[in-house]
């Protein structure tokens, strides 16, 4: 097999060199012309899989995404050429946590504040969204969750809405990056409830977009 990947995706070419030939390529130069003989196409974020790059592809058999996102990839487009795709849900929870975490830390220090008096929002309670709530508990801050998504489909827990959510001590965004659609997340935190936050609260945004 001739396998396209990017080449910011660690290891990939001991990885995957036992099952063929691996072309490392920059992820942001990927073109239609890569992938005349690839049979396999292993992205990040940073390439767009659409009409475009795939329009002289007849061997592409296989696109994964080291994402968590797939906003990148026209995944109707693969579906109707019967081509699989496959993301990475989860990967890198345990990093956003760690990042989360870190800044909850140094913020105060930097401020003084006592962590374990506040509360935090969690907006978006996924994969990374849990990953740094249960870190913020462990240091016994009192943790509100809000994804109307995952609260409708009856999902264990408590949920608030995103209007309490945004009354929170410190609010953590980890939502995934939709313009359009009920659930759209671009602009979620727009002008108007930039305008509402008190000062001193704490934003942090740890989503895709």
Avoid at 70 to 82: E, F, K
Avoid at 165 to 192: C, K, M, Q
Wanted: charged share 20%.
């Amino acid at each position: 097999m001739k396998i396209v990947v990017d080449e910011n995706m660690p290891h990939a070419v001991e990885l995957f060199a036992e099952f063929g030939e691996v072309v490392p390529l920059p992820g942001r130069e990927i073109k239609a012309a890569d992938l005349q003989e690839a049979d396999v196409l292993l992205v990040r974020s940073v390439t767009r899989v659409n009409e475009a790059l795939l329009a002289s592809c007849p061997r592409l058999g296989f696109v994964g995404t080291a994402t968590i996102g797939t906003d990148h990839i026209d995944q109707g487009l693969l579906a109707a050429r019967g081509i699989p795709f496959f993301s990475a849900p989860g990967c890198n929870k345990v990093s956003v946590g760690d990042y989360v975490l870190s800044a909850l830390l140094v913020l105060a220090e930097r401020h003084e504040l006592t962590l374990s008096e506040m509360n935090l929002a969690v907006i978006g309670a996924g994969n990374t969204g849990e990953s740094v709530a249960g870190k913020a508990e462990a240091l016994g801050m009192k943790v509100l969750r809000c994804d109307p998504p995952l609260a409708r489909s009856g999902a264990a827990g408590d949920f608030v809405d995103y209007r309490t959510a945004l009354d929170a001590d410190i609010v953590s965004f980890h939502v995934p990056y939709l313009r359009e659609g009920e659930e759209a997340t671009f602009h979620l935190l727009g002008a108007e409830e930039i305008a509402e936050r008190p000062a001193g609260q704490i934003l942090i945004n740890a989503s895709r977009g």
